[in-house]
Antibody, heavy 127, light 108 residues
């Protein structure tokens, strides 16, 4: 059974870098049938997709965040990671990692919907 | 960016009732739409994808329909565990996956 678990600091200072890791069990991040993504949810608000990666390194980033976001995969640890630079209070949220299942979209195989989620990790940006 | 608008924001209903949630896209997303359920304090859970395909283990009381820009999620008979927030998500465009703002189903 696939399980994902986020880890990282719960508090980050403004202007610093937020770094989170998602550990995957019951599946492999180098399985080329799947993509792996990050989604966040500010307090009391809805869901926002952040970034997605496909082994060995194809990445997709939300254009509204792309200048600050990087995503990577570590197959030796079966993990994938998120970095968000120059954080502000607006980046305070619960961050989820998820498996981003692929599907044929208009004849091309692309990431589609999120079929398995981690429990989420709360990150607060504050001095 | 394709904007997803859900209505109503909050829906009050009683156990056993049939409820219908709506999701509208700012442009056509064809049949590339998913629904998620988020219970308080939990991560979202995939219910339905490709408009109407239930994910593994999802009860048959959940059904989805629609096409183009208008979609609905129907719960045929509300159970206590169904009181939650529901989100739609479109996946028609790569690197532009977007969610609706959610509909909260609470107890009348």
């Amino acid at each position: 059974q696939l399980q994902l678990q986020e880890s990282g600091p719960g508090l980050v200072k403004p202007s610093e870098t937020l770094s989170l890791t998602c550990s995957v069990s019951g599946g492999s991040v180098n399985n080329r049938n799947y993509y792996w993504g990050w989604i966040r949810q500010p307090p009391g608000k809805g869901l926002e997709w952040i970034a997605t990666i496909y082994y060995p390194g194809n990445t997709f980033r939300n254009p509204s965040l792309s200048g600050r976001v990087s995503i990577s995969v570590d197959t030796s640890k079966n993990q994938f990671s998120l970095r968000l630079d120059s954080v502000t209070a607006a980046d305070t949220a619960v961050y989820y990692c998820a498996r981003h299942r692929g599907a044929y979209i208009n004849d091309y195989y692309n990431p589609a919907f999120f079929d398995t989620w981690g429990q989420g990790t709360r990150v607060t940006v504050s001095s | 960016e394709i904007e997803m608008t859900q209505s109503p924001v909050t829906l009050s209903a009683s156990p056993g009732e049939r409820v219908t949630l709506s999701c509208r896209a700012s442009q056509s997303v064809s049949g590339y739409l998913a629904w998620y359920q988020q219970r308080p304090g939990q991560a979202p859970r995939l219910l339905i994808y490709d408009v109407s395909t239930r994910d593994t283990g999802i009860p048959a009381r959940f059904s989805g329909s629609g096409s183009g820009t208008e979609f609905t999620l129907t719960i045929s008979s509300l159970q206590s565990e169904d009181f939650a927030v529901y989100y739609c998500q479109q996946y028609t465009k790569r690197s532009a996956w977007t969610f609706g703002q959610g509909t909260k189903v609470d107890i009348k």
